[in-house]
Nanobody, 122 residues
Framework: VQLQASGGGLVQAGSDLTLSCTAS????????MGWFRQAPGKEREFVAC????????FFADSVKGRFTISRDSSTDSIHLQMNNLQPSDTAVYYC????????????????WGQGTLVTVSS
């Protein structure tokens, strides 16, 4: 499985941004995919995930109501729509493929993308 994330950049607070991640060969070997982020000096944290099948989605409390996650099965891609971005959202965002178990736990993800930087200025 190879993951390629894109869409990061520098934006002002209140702006919107969409991240995309293409994971070739992921759907047949996994339970779903997710996004994590890591701010400077902090641990990598869960942001959002989507399960295959029924397409259930889950979000961290800090982004609930502002971020949405979706899947494009025709391209083996997921997208993270981020609205009303705040400086606290500044981080490197990573997409990952989950082999099973809870989507909130980083240890359940077996493949990771290289990360894309999102910087939100105040």
């Amino acid at each position: 499985v190879q993951l390629q994330a894109s869409g990061g950049g520098l934006v002002q607070a209140g702006s919107d941004l969409t991240l995309s991640c293409t994971a070739s060969g992921a759907s047949s070997r996994s339970a779903g995919m997710g996004w994590f982020r890591q701010a400077p000096g902090k641990e990598r944290e869960f942001v959002a995930c989507i399960n295959w099948g029924a397409g259930a989605t889950f979000f961290a409390d800090s982004v609930k109501g502002r971020f949405t996650i979706s899947r494009d099965s025709s391209t083996d891609s997921i997208h993270l729509q981020m609205n009303n971005l705040q400086p606290s959202d500044t981080a490197v965002y990573y997409c990952a493929v989950r082999r099973g178990g809870s989507c909130f736990s980083r240890t359940n993800y077996s493949y990771w993308g290289q990360g894309t930087l999102v910087t939100v200025s105040s």
